[in-house]
């Protein structure tokens, strides 16, 4: 490119319809904005392409904006709000500005160098109207990309595929070709605003019948991206659920009525492990237009006469299996054939039907005797016994005993994979079912945020400074910590209260008793004993911190999830699941050493002593729950529900 070319395309508008307009979404690109539109407009020119640049930002806090806007380039263009909506709004805005014939999309870091649209351009010339850059295709390079950015990413494709059956190999590339009055129609109906926008857009182009063309590019991965590769997957999962859902097609079985679905579940006031999640699983359900109906198989003692909240659909009260029974495979078979739902959804939990490991066992067979007399079973799996140290969850007895007791909960994973499909909470449990069972029918269902709060009070609000601890305790929840902890908190603290709200586990009978009697006068200290589901979220709003007194885990965390959708600042060990999480759904706290009362003291001290970082800590998790509220997740179930009965 000559100086005089680009000097006149610095100085002159290009018509008012050039050949191309080049989209660029940014947020916080300071550093990089700059040699991205130098890149972009010396290529450009150099190939004698006709062209304008937008750069389209998403209420960047830094420079973004000033420096593009002191090049003084006559035919770059910012738009936007000037508040930040996500990705997708971002490019929805620039590509509503386009005035090209065709329209670029690409990424303000350049992963895929703008050379790369020489191959593409040339597809949409000779007639083609959506040509995407692919990561996948033959041909295509990627350089320096993580080792769990492939794996997520190969994960993905296999869910798109399925979910949403797009023959396409990557649709996630952040290079995209479109005809200006394709883009302008596409983009006129897609909502989605985060970064799974690309989904969207490509299953609106395939229903209106547009050629899709993949080209092979060359892809770096940039430093300084600001993709968290599993809290974006798991926002990429609920996504494809609300596309299904929000734009959805013809359903393969046109002549069929919406659903019943059946639940088996513990509900409240049962004081069985997963009660309360089953209490808002069945409220999802039935407030789905999908579902004519919901059965909940629930524990025979104690149960409720019927769900405690109108819902949508109705809700039919079943009472059919009982704890520590071994008799539950019959039960439900029984019930199951009376009542004959659609699919049949389990909530699970390894110790769901007993503490005494033989019913727990026979229990766990259900789905299997289910599906052999042709019921479609579901199992959402909550825990792995790959995943918990038995010594420190509280169900050690020596190395032997040890020993086969994980040789049969293996067994029994086994046993739970032959249902129609299994679904669990956690990345990492996929992988294991997948890698070390074999399991082809697994996916991912986060575990989601039960309720989301409009208005928050705000943490603490309600009361003075308070400490909750909340759950069933006496295994690997242990509560001996948190009182030791509480006693050595400084005098400057000695207004705090320990709120320690919950029951025992199943398997330590007497145990809050004990705690009770060991706190003895220690002052602040209050038991509340089992809660209401009605009084859960006062309890929380009364909460300035949640304490996680936990020396091992066995899934993602209930609690952990309602201290974000209240707002509230927490305290977790180090401990695997809990970090996993912090990771993966973007949920924040002060960590401690587990088991060791003094780092716990020290943590609750931190974040009690200093406002600014509690109320930090409680506005990163709030946002991280409204992310992936529990009523997205069962769009994703019931899309698999559909797939299933199709």
Not at 247 to 270: D, E, K
């Given at each position: ?131 995407i850059g692919s990561r996948a295709a033959d041909g295509a390079t990627e350089m320096h990309r993580s080792g769990l950015r492939r794996l ?193 959804f389990f909530n699970l939990h390894f110790t769901s039907f007993g503490s005494n490991p033989i019913a727990a066992a026979t229990g766990l ?23 918990v140290d038995l010594a420190d969850a509280g169900h050690s007895r020596n190395k032997v005993v040890d020993r086969v007791v994980i040789g ?239």
């Amino acid at each position: 490119m000559s100086f005089h070319d680009f000097s006149t395309w610095r100085r002159e508008p290009v018509s008012l319809a050039p050949q191309l307009s080049v989209v660029i979404p940014a947020f916080n690109e300071e550093r990089r904005i700059v040699p991205t539109i130098g890149a972009i407009a010396a290529y450009l020119s150099e190939e004698n392409h006709q062209f304008e640049i937008i750069v389209s930002d998403d209420g960047s806090t830094d420079d973004t904006v000033a420096r593009v806007r002191s090049l003084e380039l006559r035919n770059v263009r910012v738009v936007g709000p000037g508040y930040n909506r996500g990705k997708g709004a971002a490019v929805r805005t620039g590509v509503e500005e386009a005035r090209g014939d065709y329209v670029l999309i690409t990424d303000a870091d350049l992963s895929t160098p703008i050379q790369e649209i020489a191959p593409m351009l040339a597809h949409a010339e000779n007639g083609v109207p959506v040509v995407i850059g692919s990561r996948a295709a033959d041909g295509a390079t990627e350089m320096h990309r993580s080792g769990l950015r492939r794996l997520l990413s190969a994960g993905l494709r296999s869910l798109t595929t399925v979910a949403l059956g797009l023959p396409i190999a990557d649709t996630q590339c952040g290079f995209k070709l479109l005809r200006r009055d394709v883009a302008h129609e596409l983009f006129a109906m897609q909502q989605i605003e985060g970064f799974s926008f690309d989904l969207e857009l490509l299953w609106l182009a395939r229903g209106a019948s547009y050629q899709i063309t993949e080209v092979p590019v060359r892809w770096y991965d940039a430093p300084g991206s600001k993709v968290q590769p599993l809290k974006t997957t798991l926002a990429f999962i609920r996504d494809l659920a609300t596309i299904r859902l929000r734009h959805r097609r013809p359903r393969r079985r046109p002549n069929r009525q919406a659903m019943h679905v059946g639940v088996v579940t513990a509900l409240p006031p049962s004081r069985t492990t997963l009660n309360e999640y089953g209490h808002h699983l069945v409220h999802r359900f039935a407030g789905k237009e999908s579902v004519a109906g919901v059965v909940a198989f629930v524990e025979s003692e104690p149960t409720p006469a019927e769900f405690p909240i109108a819902t949508a659909a109705p809700v039919t009260i079943v009472p059919s299996w009982r704890f520590n029974s071994v008799a539950n495979p019959l039960r439900l078979l029984r019930a199951v054939r009376r009542e004959r739902p659609d699919v049949v959804f389990f909530n699970l939990h390894f110790t769901s039907f007993g503490s005494n490991p033989i019913a727990a066992a026979t229990g766990l067979f259900t789905p299997l005797v289910l599906r052999l007399f042709g019921f479609r079973t579901v199992v959402l799996l909550h825990n792995l016994v790959d995943t918990v140290d038995l010594a420190d969850a509280g169900h050690s007895r020596n190395k032997v005993v040890d020993r086969v007791v994980i040789g049969i909960a293996r067994l029994m994973t086994r046993v739970v994979l032959r249902a129609d499909l299994v679904a669990t909470t956690t990345p990492t449990a996929v992988d294991i079912l997948r890698d070390r069972y074999g399991g082809e029918n697994v996916y991912l269902a986060p575990h989601g945020t039960f309720e989301i709060e409009d208005d928050p009070v705000g943490p603490g609000a309600i009361g003075p400074r308070r400490i909750l601890a909340f759950g069933k305790f006496g295994t690997y929840k242990r509560l001996e910590v948190l009182l030791d902890a509480f006693a050595e908190l400084p005098a400057e603290l000695a207004d705090v209260e320990l709120v320690i709200a919950g029951s025992d586990s199943p398997n330590a009978s007497g145990y809050m008793a004990a705690m009770a009697e060991r706190a003895g006068d220690l002052a602040g200290v209050t038991f509340t004993g089992y809660v209401e589901e009605n009084e859960v979220p006062d309890l929380f709003r009364s909460a300035d911190v949640v304490a996680f007194p936990y020396e091992s885990t066995t899934g993602s965390s209930g609690p952990l999830h309602q201290a974000g959708t209240y707002g509230c600042a927490a305290v977790v060990p180090r401990i695997g699941d809990f970090l996993d999480v912090l990771d993966e759904e973007g949920y924040a706290a002060e960590p401690f050493e587990a088991g060791d009362a003094n780092s716990l003291a020290v943590a609750l001290g931190r974040v009690l002593g200093d406002r600014a970082y509690r109320d930090e800590l409680g506005e990163q998790n709030r946002v991280a729950a409204q992310a992936l509220p529990l009523d997205d997740v069962v769009d994703w179930h019931l899309l698999h529900f559909e797939e299933l009965l199709a």
